[in-house]
Every structure is written in structure tokens, then in C-alpha cells.
């Protein structure tokens, strides 16, 4: 056999063998709503699960398309929204996606679609076993914890205590923000705004502060806590009993 024939048969093998070493394959399915009867919400969407077999291990990862349609005749404030994602080779992915309004300017009125944030993990790597057999691949959301503007809920109370907390923390950061500076002046304002927060949710808020007080200066920083502290408070009255967790 000639020396380049070999070499062709001898490349044509390890491609071979590369083939049945490592396997990738993708699956999109539709996203099934397997929200409580009631839901204020009707979820819609797409999930990409891929999958790379390379000798035992497989990795393994998904992206989605979500949106929510307030169905209700109420306005959102938040939502807790429970993803579970199969895979064609049995591993389970779970995800929580979180969606609160209370700072931002807007809501979810009755018939907004509002689009869901994006699976934010990276892929994750198992070892196979021996067991290698595909099962229908599917994925499943739910709403888990809605809460409206008027206060009601619809929903597990446990599953809106993270937010109730977070909100109670930003609330009274933001009012000892303001009152420093009423009662104590702006430089006073401005050590106690870059003094590190324990919430690391909270001190991503302030962050936001800060850097309008390093761009534009402290009087802008000092206007827009106090925007948010209103609305807040405005948010607050609305809910009734404060809206927040102690």
C-alpha cells in the first residue's frame, strides 16, 4: 500500500473513532405552563437543551425564550417563576427566575406580555454510566408567587419571603440615606453611601448611586435616593402593611 493511502485510511479511521467518541446533539421543545388553576399568568416559550457526549462525561446545558401575559384584571408587582428543564439523558435542571417591580418605575398591567430574563448558568459536567438511553426531552414552568399592587397574592407565601426581605433592607437603607443627609449634610450623605452594604443585592442598588455621585456629582446622587425612597413609599401605601419582611 502506497504511503498516502495509508495516510487517507489512517485519518479516515480517527475520524471514526473521534465520531463515536464524542456526541452532540441540541432539542428544542416547547415550554409547558403547569401553573395552579388560577394563575394570574399565561407563560409561553421555547428551551434549547444541548448536549456533548465525549467518551463517560457529558456536559450539558440550556438557553430559553420566555414571556408572561398578566391574564388577571390586577397589576403585577412581582413574580417567582419555577423552571424544570429534562434532559434527553435523564439530568434535571431547575431554575428560579425572580421579577420585581417595586423600585422600577413600571409594572405589569392586566394584558402586558412582559419578557422573562434568560437562563444565566453555564453548562455542567457528569460522568455517564453505563446507561446511556434517551427519554423524551420536556420542559415545565410554573408560577410559584405572584404578588399584585394592591397587596394580594396569589401563590406560596414561602416562595415571596426572599423579596419581602430584600425590599424591607433596601427601604431602610435608602431612608437612612435621606435622613443622613437632611440631618447631617451631604459629606455625611456621601461616607455613609460608599460604606459597604451586607446585602449584596442592596450594595449592587447603591452601586448604581455611587457611580452617579463619581459622574455627575452628589446633589444627582442625593435626588436619586430620594426619588426612590418616594417611590417606594408610594409602593408601600399601595400594597398596605408596608409590603416588606422584617
Same mark, same amino acid.
Given at each position: 500500500?502506497?504511503?498516502?493511502?495509508?495516510?487517507?485510511?489512517?485519518?479516515?479511521?480517527?475520524?471514526?473513532?473521534?465520531?463515536?467518541?464524542?456526541?452532540?446533539? *441540541?432539542?428544542?421543545?416547547?415550554?409547558?405552563?403547569?401553573?395552579?388553576?388560577?394563575?394570574?399568568?399565561?407563560? %409561553?416559550? %421555547?428551551? @434549547?437543551?444541548?448536549?456533548?457526549? /465525549?467518551?463517560?462525561?457529558? %456536559?450539558?446545558?440550556?438557553?430559553?425564550?420566555?414571556?408572561?401575559?398578566?391574564?388577571?384584571?390586577? @397589576?403585577?408587582? @412581582?413574580?417567582?417563576?419555577?423552571?424544570?428543564?429534562?434532559?434527553?439523558?435523564?439530568?434535571?435542571?431547575?431554575?428560579?427566575?425572580?421579577?420585581?417591580?417595586?423600585?422600577?418605575?413600571?409594572?405589569?398591567?392586566?394584558?402586558?406580555?412582559?419578557?422573562?430574563?434568560?437562563?444565566?448558568?453555564?453548562? %455542567?459536567?457528569?460522568?455517564?454510566?453505563?446507561?446511556?438511553?434517551?427519554?423524551?426531552?420536556?420542559?415545565?414552568?410554573?408560577?410559584?408567587?405572584?404578588?399584585?399592587?394592591?397587596?394580594?397574592v396569589f401563590g406560596l407565601p414561602q416562595f415571596g419571603e426572599d423579596i419581602l426581605r430584600l425590599r424591607h433592607e433596601t427601604f431602610v437603607t435608602l431612608k437612612r440615606?435621606?435622613?443622613?443627609?437632611?440631618?447631617?449634610?451631604?459629606?455625611?450623605?456621601? /461616607?455613609?453611601?460608599?460604606?459597604?452594604?451586607?446585602?449584596?443585592?442592596?450594595? /449592587?442598588?447603591?452601586? /448604581?448611586?455611587?457611580? *452617579?455621585?463619581?459622574?455627575?456629582?452628589?446633589?444627582?446622587?442625593?435626588?436619586?435616593?430620594?426619588?426612590?425612597?418616594?417611590?417606594?413609599?408610594?409602593?408601600?401605601?399601595?400594597?398596605?402593611?408596608?409590603? @416588606?419582611?422584617?
Open positions: 500500500m502506497k504511503i498516502k493511502e495509508l495516510q487517507s485510511l489512517l485519518c479516515a479511521v480517527l475520524v471514526l473513532l473521534s465520531g463515536e467518541a464524542s456526541l452532540a446533539q *441540541t432539542t428544542t421543545v416547547q415550554l409547558q405552563d403547569i401553573s395552579a388553576v388560577g394563575s394570574p399568568l399565561d407563560i %409561553t416559550g %421555547t428551551v @434549547t437543551m444541548s448536549e456533548q457526549i /465525549n467518551a463517560d462525561t457529558l %456536559t450539558y446545558s440550556f438557553e430559553d425564550r420566555i414571556s408572561a401575559r398578566n391574564i388577571s384584571d390586577k @397589576t403585577i408587582l @412581582t413574580m417567582v417563576l419555577w423552571v424544570e428543564v429534562f434532559y434527553p439523558h435523564g439530568q434535571i435542571e431547575r431554575d428560579v427566575r425572580q421579577y420585581e417591580c417595586f423600585l422600577a418605575p413600571d409594572v405589569i398591567a392586566p394584558g402586558q406580555v412582559e419578557p422573562i430574563a434568560k437562563h444565566g448558568g453555564g453548562a %455542567t459536567v457528569v460522568r455517564l454510566g453505563a446507561e446511556r438511553d434517551s427519554v423524551p426531552a420536556r420542559a415545565e414552568i410554573r408560577a410559584m408567587y405572584v404578588q399584585f399592587l394592591d397587596g394580594s440615606l435621606d435622613e443622613t443627609y437632611e440631618h447631617r449634610g451631604e459629606d455625611a450623605f456621601l /461616607n455613609l453611601l460608599n460604606e459597604p452594604v451586607e446585602s449584596a443585592e442592596v450594595d /449592587n442598588l447603591l452601586d /448604581n448611586v455611587r457611580y *452617579t455621585a463619581t459622574k455627575f456629582g452628589s446633589q444627582d446622587a442625593i435626588g436619586k435616593v430620594k426619588r426612590m425612597l418616594a417611590l417606594a413609599e408610594e409602593r408601600r401605601r399601595l400594597i398596605g402593611g408596608g409590603g @416588606t419582611k422584617n
